[in-house]
């Protein structure tokens, strides 16, 4: 059954621990094809996404097993440097793994990532940044053959921090002979943990303090074995969740220092949170406030894959607020479900005006993406009455046990 039924209308109340971060571990999967060797992945999330990897992985010859948790890849061999078309469209952050096939095999035979609802998502910064280390690239009706016979550092100053195209530089770098320098490099924590594991397979890789990342080419990389850390987009996902539906949560696995942005949103909103252990503990407000401007950033700004999220939960504030998205030019898909639900939001070029309502109620809702589909779960948490969230198959790609996690929370689902 392609579809989440959830009853809103009761305040959360439990406990659940995070998962591992999908967009920590998905670079960090590519990047083991450059081990030459078998690496170790702890606390890895069992999502869409990283099936999706694994398949990839094999088809350029590793061998891949996967047990409760843990992942082990062997990458001594590499047999194929064309990657399936299929798997490509299917997810478009499998474009890293054109960095890890260049690095270690000097090719790699990739069809166009393509867009998706929240954008056109195009690689230019991706392909200018491997051009300046030497790789031709070729492009044909099926796609771009790139080829570096000898890979080589260089200075690469990206126009805009992208994530994915920082997270191709490096991969590209490790093994590339000489030095390599990225100027405005993304800062998200999830460039930090690709970079924490090369560094423990022996690559040499450091943050400047003008927050370049300087790599230093290696001969090659060895076996490790390192943990996946916890999904700050999840655990964000859940405290909005339960600033829309009221109550008091507690998120294990949590490194609160990744959401200070996202915290202090919560704080204006009216909610009260404190560290606790490994985790934190959120006691949301009997109705939440507006926030009369907020854009979303680059990290350490506010995230916008946390942006739907808070739609949802600003739908109920006291007052109006405004919400600037400057990241993905497509990116308010989950607005007319919303609306749909009872919320008064206006979508005026790239940012909405939502007006809060006392209460939203239970509709027939359908997911478009995968974090305005999170987002309609956590609005219907707080919707009175029964909610159908549609094509759910988009929010498993992201989050690994959504039901257990609300059901640990208090809400029904
Ligand atoms: C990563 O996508 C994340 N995905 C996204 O999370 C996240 O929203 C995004 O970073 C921003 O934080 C993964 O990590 C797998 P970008 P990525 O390159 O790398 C434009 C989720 O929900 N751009 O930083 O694709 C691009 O079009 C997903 O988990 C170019 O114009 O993001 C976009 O407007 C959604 N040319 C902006 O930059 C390029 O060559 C940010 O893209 C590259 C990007």
């Known amino acids: 059954m392609d579809s989440i039924h959830i009853c809103g209308g009761c305040p959360l109340n439990g406990e659940t621990r995070i998962q591992g971060s999908k967009n920590a571990v998905l670079p960090v999967l590519a ?7 078998v690496s170790t992945l702890y606390n890895c999330p069992d999502i869409a996404d990283v099936h999706c990897m694994i398949r990839l992985l094999r088809s350029t010859g ?3 097993k996967w047990q409760n948790g843990e992942i082990r890849v062997d990458a001594r061999r590499i047999a194929c440097t064309s990657l399936p078309q299929a798997y490509v469209q299917t997810m478009r952050s499998s474009v890293v793994m054109m960095g890890a096939l260049l690095g270690r095999m000097g090719e790699v035979h990739i069809s166009y990532p393509g867009g998706c ?7 230019d910064m991706h392909l200018q940044a491997f051009a300046r280390m030497g790789v031709t690239l070729e492009e044909a009706c099926d796609g771009l053959t790139a080829c570096a016979k000898h890979l080589a550092g260089a200075v690469i100053t990206l126009a805009f921090p992208s994530v994915g195209a920082t997270e191709n530089c490096i991969l590209a770098a490790v093994l590339a002979k000489g030095e390599t320098l990225i100027r405005n490099a993304a800062r998200e924590p999830e460039i930090d943990a690709l970079c924490d594991f090369l560094r423990c397979a022996g690559g040499d890789i450091c943050r400047e303090a003008d927050g370049s990342l300087r790599i230093r080419g ?8 390192w943990r996946v850390p916890p999904d700050r987009i999840v655990a964000g996902t859940y405290l909005l969740g339960c600033m829309a539906a009221g109550g008091r949560i507690r998120l294990a696995d949590v490194d609160t220092t990744q959401l200070d942005a996202v915290l202090a949103v919560i704080e204006q909103m009216g909610g009260k949170y404190e560290s606790s252990g490994d985790g934190i503990i959120l006691a949301a407000p009997e109705r939440v406030k507006a926030i009369p401007y907020i854009r979303t950033e680059v990290y350490p700004g506010y995230p916008t ?5 808070l739609l949802a939960a600003l739908a109920l504030a006291e007052g109006e607020s405004i919400v600037e998205e400057t990241i993905f030019e497509n990116r308010f898909r989950v607005v007319p479900e919303l609306v749909r639900m009872g919320a008064h939001i206006n979508i005026e070029e790239n940012h909405v005006t939502i007006k ?5 109620h239970g509709s027939h809702v359908k997911a478009e993406e995968l974090r305005g589909g999170a987002a309609l779960c956590m609005a219907a948490l707080a919707a009175q009455g029964d909610s159908c969230i549609t094509n759910r198959h988009f929010i498993d790609r992201g989050y690994q046990a959504l039901e257990q996690d609300i059901r640990n929370l208090g809400g029904r689902i």
């Open 31 to 37: 990047a083991t094809v450059l081990v030459d060797g």
């Open 62 to 64: 590793c061998k891949v």
């Open 117 to 123: 609802v929240i954008g056109k998502r195009p690689i």
């Open 218 to 225: 290696r001969e090659r990389l060895c076996r490790c074995a």
């Open 305 to 309: 894959d946390l942006q739907s999220q």
């Open 356 to 360: 809060g309502v006392a209460r939203l």
